[in-house]
Protein backbone atom coordinates (compact mmCIF):
# COMPACT_ATOMS: atom_id res chain seq x y z
CA UNK A 1 0.00 0.00 0.00
CA UNK A 2 1.43 3.24 -1.00
CA UNK A 3 1.16 6.72 1.05
CA UNK A 4 -1.11 8.46 -0.98
CA UNK A 5 -4.24 6.65 -0.29
CA UNK A 6 -7.05 8.67 1.24
CA UNK A 7 -10.74 9.74 0.41
CA UNK A 8 -9.79 13.54 0.33
CA UNK A 9 -10.91 14.74 -3.33
CA UNK A 10 -8.47 17.80 -2.53
CA UNK A 11 -5.36 17.86 -5.53
CA UNK A 12 -1.95 16.45 -4.18
CA UNK A 13 -0.10 19.19 -5.60
CA UNK A 14 -1.53 22.60 -6.89
CA UNK A 15 0.98 25.26 -8.45
CA UNK A 16 -1.00 29.09 -9.13
CA UNK A 17 0.80 31.46 -10.55
CA UNK A 18 4.34 30.20 -10.11
CA UNK A 19 7.10 31.74 -12.09
CA UNK A 20 11.08 31.42 -11.50
CA UNK A 21 13.26 33.90 -12.26
CA UNK A 22 17.68 33.88 -12.64
CA UNK A 23 19.60 36.33 -13.12
CA UNK A 24 22.71 36.03 -14.77
CA UNK A 25 25.00 38.74 -14.87
CA UNK A 26 23.06 42.01 -16.25
CA UNK A 27 20.34 39.32 -17.62
CA UNK A 28 17.41 38.10 -16.29
CA UNK A 29 16.36 34.69 -17.32
CA UNK A 30 12.52 33.93 -17.11
CA UNK A 31 12.30 29.60 -16.62
CA UNK A 32 8.85 29.60 -15.50
CA UNK A 33 6.28 32.37 -16.14
CA UNK A 34 2.95 31.72 -14.58
CA UNK A 35 2.54 28.04 -14.66
CA UNK A 36 -1.17 27.33 -12.99
CA UNK A 37 -1.65 23.36 -12.87
CA UNK A 38 -2.82 21.09 -9.58
CA UNK A 39 -2.44 17.32 -10.12
CA UNK A 40 -5.01 14.86 -8.18
CA UNK A 41 -3.66 11.72 -5.97
CA UNK A 42 -3.09 8.40 -8.56
CA UNK A 43 -2.34 10.47 -11.75
CA UNK A 44 0.42 9.51 -14.17
CA UNK A 45 1.76 12.92 -15.37
CA UNK A 46 4.87 13.63 -18.09
CA UNK A 47 6.37 16.99 -18.03
CA UNK A 48 7.52 17.18 -21.48
CA UNK A 49 9.58 20.12 -23.51
CA UNK A 50 12.81 20.69 -25.12
CA UNK A 51 16.02 21.82 -23.56
CA UNK A 52 15.11 24.93 -22.12
CA UNK A 53 11.72 24.70 -21.99
CA UNK A 54 11.62 24.94 -18.26
CA UNK A 55 10.54 21.29 -17.63
CA UNK A 56 13.47 20.87 -15.12
CA UNK A 57 12.90 24.24 -12.99
CA UNK A 58 9.13 23.11 -12.73
CA UNK A 59 10.25 19.90 -11.54
CA UNK A 60 13.00 20.98 -8.90
CA UNK A 61 9.85 23.35 -7.31
CA UNK A 62 7.93 20.28 -7.29
CA UNK A 63 10.50 18.19 -5.58
CA UNK A 64 11.27 20.99 -3.24
CA UNK A 65 14.89 21.08 -4.35
CA UNK A 66 13.98 25.07 -5.35
CA UNK A 67 11.52 27.70 -4.70
CA UNK A 68 9.46 30.04 -6.99
CA UNK A 69 10.46 33.60 -7.39
CA UNK A 70 6.69 34.05 -7.19
CA UNK A 71 3.12 31.91 -7.08
CA UNK A 72 1.99 29.21 -4.51
CA UNK A 73 2.65 25.80 -4.06
CA UNK A 74 0.75 23.73 -2.15
CA UNK A 75 1.21 20.11 -1.68
CA UNK A 76 -0.86 18.13 0.93
CA UNK A 77 -2.51 21.23 1.36
CA UNK A 78 0.49 22.92 3.03
CA UNK A 79 2.35 26.20 1.47
CA UNK A 80 5.27 24.89 0.67
CA UNK A 81 6.94 28.83 0.79
CA UNK A 82 5.95 28.77 4.38
CA UNK A 83 8.39 25.72 5.31
CA UNK A 84 12.29 26.90 6.35
CA UNK A 85 14.86 24.25 4.81
CA UNK A 86 14.39 21.38 7.46
CA UNK A 87 11.05 21.27 6.70
CA UNK A 88 11.46 21.07 3.23
CA UNK A 89 14.15 18.52 3.78
CA UNK A 90 11.33 16.40 5.46
CA UNK A 91 9.16 16.75 2.78
CA UNK A 92 11.63 15.80 0.37
CA UNK A 93 12.55 12.32 2.67
CA UNK A 94 8.57 11.46 3.55
CA UNK A 95 6.47 12.76 0.31
CA UNK A 96 8.71 12.70 -2.47
CA UNK A 97 10.34 9.39 -4.00
CA UNK A 98 13.05 10.47 -6.55
CA UNK A 99 14.14 8.79 -9.55
CA UNK A 100 17.37 10.18 -11.80
CA UNK A 101 18.68 9.22 -14.42
CA UNK A 102 22.10 8.72 -13.56
CA UNK A 103 20.63 6.28 -10.38
CA UNK A 104 22.57 8.37 -7.42
CA UNK A 105 23.22 5.24 -5.76
CA UNK A 106 26.14 4.38 -3.39
CA UNK A 107 28.90 2.96 -5.22
CA UNK A 108 29.81 1.09 -2.20
CA UNK A 109 26.65 -0.12 -1.15
CA UNK A 110 24.75 -2.77 -2.07
CA UNK A 111 21.40 -3.26 -3.34
CA UNK A 112 19.79 -3.41 0.22
CA UNK A 113 21.71 -0.94 1.96
CA UNK A 114 21.22 1.56 -1.26
CA UNK A 115 17.43 0.91 -0.65
CA UNK A 116 17.55 1.44 3.18
CA UNK A 117 19.38 5.01 2.55
CA UNK A 118 16.13 7.39 3.08
CA UNK A 119 15.08 5.20 6.21
CA UNK A 120 18.28 6.12 7.92
CA UNK A 121 17.32 9.78 7.85
CA UNK A 122 13.63 9.02 9.15
CA UNK A 123 15.50 7.19 12.18
CA UNK A 124 13.54 3.90 11.52
CA UNK A 125 15.08 0.93 13.55
CA UNK A 126 18.03 -1.45 11.55
CA UNK A 127 15.65 -4.46 11.30
CA UNK A 128 12.60 -2.37 10.14
CA UNK A 129 14.28 -0.67 7.52
CA UNK A 130 16.06 -4.00 6.21
CA UNK A 131 12.67 -5.60 5.99
CA UNK A 132 11.19 -3.02 4.13
CA UNK A 133 14.19 -2.42 1.74
CA UNK A 134 13.83 -5.89 1.01
CA UNK A 135 10.08 -6.03 0.03
CA UNK A 136 10.86 -3.08 -1.61
CA UNK A 137 13.42 -4.68 -3.92
CA UNK A 138 11.37 -7.92 -4.10
CA UNK A 139 8.47 -5.56 -5.37
CA UNK A 140 10.76 -4.27 -8.35
CA UNK A 141 12.17 -8.31 -9.23
CA UNK A 142 15.16 -8.01 -6.98
CA UNK A 143 14.65 -10.23 -4.59
CA UNK A 144 17.52 -12.28 -5.85
CA UNK A 145 19.77 -9.60 -5.84
CA UNK A 146 20.38 -8.11 -2.25
CA UNK A 147 24.13 -8.51 -2.05
CA UNK A 148 24.88 -6.43 -5.49
CA UNK A 149 27.00 -3.68 -5.73
CA UNK A 150 25.85 -1.44 -8.51
CA UNK A 151 28.80 -2.22 -10.68
CA UNK A 152 27.45 -5.52 -10.35
CA UNK A 153 24.05 -4.97 -11.93
CA UNK A 154 23.04 -3.86 -15.48
CA UNK A 155 21.72 -0.16 -16.28
CA UNK A 156 17.87 -1.58 -15.99
CA UNK A 157 18.37 -3.48 -12.62
CA UNK A 158 20.51 -0.11 -10.81
CA UNK A 159 17.31 1.76 -12.21
CA UNK A 160 15.28 -0.79 -10.76
CA UNK A 161 17.38 -0.23 -7.76
CA UNK A 162 16.82 3.79 -7.80
CA UNK A 163 12.50 2.87 -8.30
CA UNK A 164 12.76 0.39 -4.54
CA UNK A 165 14.46 3.01 -2.95
CA UNK A 166 11.72 5.92 -4.07
CA UNK A 167 8.92 3.48 -3.34
CA UNK A 168 10.33 1.98 0.57
CA UNK A 169 9.16 5.45 2.56
CA UNK A 170 5.72 5.05 0.46
CA UNK A 171 5.79 8.53 -0.72
CA UNK A 172 3.06 10.97 -1.70
CA UNK A 173 4.58 11.01 -5.42
CA UNK A 174 7.23 9.17 -7.13
CA UNK A 175 9.21 12.05 -9.54
CA UNK A 176 10.66 10.60 -12.15
CA UNK A 177 13.72 12.71 -13.99
CA UNK A 178 14.87 11.19 -17.45
CA UNK A 179 14.43 7.82 -15.82
CA UNK A 180 15.33 5.77 -19.16
CA UNK A 181 17.60 8.11 -20.36
CA UNK A 182 20.73 6.10 -19.86
CA UNK A 183 19.02 2.79 -20.89
CA UNK A 184 18.79 0.92 -24.06
CA UNK A 185 15.01 0.63 -26.02
CA UNK A 186 14.26 -2.61 -24.65
CA UNK A 187 15.53 -1.93 -21.12
CA UNK A 188 13.73 1.42 -21.29
CA UNK A 189 10.18 -0.69 -21.95
CA UNK A 190 10.33 -2.57 -19.24
CA UNK A 191 11.15 0.31 -16.86
CA UNK A 192 7.95 2.23 -18.22
CA UNK A 193 5.66 -0.84 -17.65
CA UNK A 194 6.89 -0.68 -14.36
CA UNK A 195 5.56 2.31 -13.91
CA UNK A 196 2.40 1.81 -15.75
CA UNK A 197 2.38 -0.95 -13.08
CA UNK A 198 3.03 1.28 -10.20
CA UNK A 199 0.41 3.71 -11.46
CA UNK A 200 -2.50 0.89 -11.48
CA UNK A 201 -1.30 0.02 -7.88
CA UNK A 202 -2.30 3.63 -7.05
CA UNK A 203 1.08 5.49 -6.77
CA UNK A 204 1.15 9.23 -7.94
CA UNK A 205 3.71 9.51 -10.48
CA UNK A 206 5.49 13.07 -12.19
CA UNK A 207 7.36 12.08 -15.37
CA UNK A 208 10.03 14.50 -17.04
CA UNK A 209 11.31 13.79 -20.13
CA UNK A 210 11.98 15.41 -23.83
CA UNK A 211 11.54 12.23 -25.20
CA UNK A 212 7.40 11.88 -26.79
CA UNK A 213 7.64 8.09 -26.80
CA UNK A 214 8.45 8.22 -23.20
CA UNK A 215 5.71 10.66 -22.56
CA UNK A 216 3.22 8.58 -23.93
CA UNK A 217 3.05 6.19 -21.43
CA UNK A 218 1.79 8.66 -19.29
CA UNK A 219 -1.86 9.52 -19.04
CA UNK A 220 -1.16 13.19 -18.74
CA UNK A 221 0.56 15.24 -20.74
CA UNK A 222 1.85 19.04 -19.74
CA UNK A 223 3.70 20.49 -22.43
CA UNK A 224 6.30 23.48 -21.77
CA UNK A 225 8.11 26.08 -23.73
CA UNK A 226 9.67 28.94 -23.05
CA UNK A 227 8.29 28.69 -19.51
CA UNK A 228 5.07 28.04 -19.88
CA UNK A 229 2.55 25.12 -20.38
CA UNK A 230 1.73 25.34 -23.82
CA UNK A 231 -0.70 22.30 -23.63
CA UNK A 232 -2.18 20.12 -21.24
CA UNK A 233 -3.51 17.02 -22.30
CA UNK A 234 -5.52 13.52 -20.41
CA UNK A 235 -5.26 10.69 -22.87
CA UNK A 236 -7.71 7.91 -22.66
CA UNK A 237 -7.17 4.39 -20.63
CA UNK A 238 -6.04 1.74 -23.46
CA UNK A 239 -8.63 -1.10 -23.87
CA UNK A 240 -7.84 -4.04 -21.80
CA UNK A 241 -6.72 -6.71 -24.35
Known sequence: MNGNTTTDTAPLLELRGIGKTYRMGEAEVHALQQVDLSIARNEYVA?????????TTLMNIVGCLDRPSGGTYLLNGRNVEELDDAQLARIRNREIGFIFQNFNLLG?????????QPLVYR????????????????????????????????????QRVAIARALVGTPSILLADEPTGNLDSSTAREIMAMFAALHAAGNTIVLV????????????T???RDGRVISDIRHAVPDAA
Not at 108 to 116: E, I, T, W, Y
Request: no cysteine.
Open 47 to 55: FIGPSGSGK
Open 108 to 116: RSDALHNVM
Open 123 to 158: GVPYRERRHLAAEALDRVGLGNRLDHLPNQLSGGQR
Open 209 to 220: THDAEVAAHARR
Open 222 to 224: VAL
